[in-house]
Nanobody
Framework: QVQLVESGGGLVQAGGSLRLSCATS????????MGWFRQPPAKEREFVAA????????DYADSVKGRFTISRDNAKNKVYLQMNSLKPEDTGLYYC??????????????????WGQGTQVTVSS
């Protein structure tokens, strides 16, 4: 059974940091693309970052580039999202996802097969 479980969300002041984790099971982690998406309040889901679990190539949305870092630990079957210099506009429900499609299509949620339930990130001003 495929499972993706996010953790690490919470309430933080603007300028603060959070580290999201996504624990996975039920599939061969090292063969997949892992992505982070978010859904701000009353908005559609949007791409945040993606990483190849094989060679560590990454991609970021322009809005988070330079502030967020995606990484993975193949031995632990986990992917992380380090979020620094958080802004109120970073508020949203953050999801991790697993797929097999690389760039540039990995920016589309349709390219992912498995999704977690999400973890809430709230940034206060």
């Amino acid at each position: 059974q495929v499972q993706l479980v996010e953790s690490g969300g919470g309430l933080v002041q603007a300028g603060g940091s959070l580290r999201l984790s996504c624990a996975t099971s039920g599939f061969t982690f090292s063969l997949l693309i892992m992505g982070w998406f978010r859904q701000p309040p009353a908005k559609e889901r949007e791409f945040v970052a993606a990483i190849t679990t094989r060679d560590g190539s990454t991609d970021y949305a322009d809005s988070v580039k330079g502030r967020f870092t995606i990484s993975r630990d193949n031995a632990k079957n986990k992917v992380y999202l380090q979020m620094n210099s958080l802004k109120p506009e970073d508020t949203g429900l953050y999801y991790c996802a697993a797929g097999i499609v690389g760039p540039p299509r990995w920016r589309s949620g349709d390219s992912y097969v498995h999704w977690g339930q999400g973890t809430q990130v709230t940034v206060s001003s």
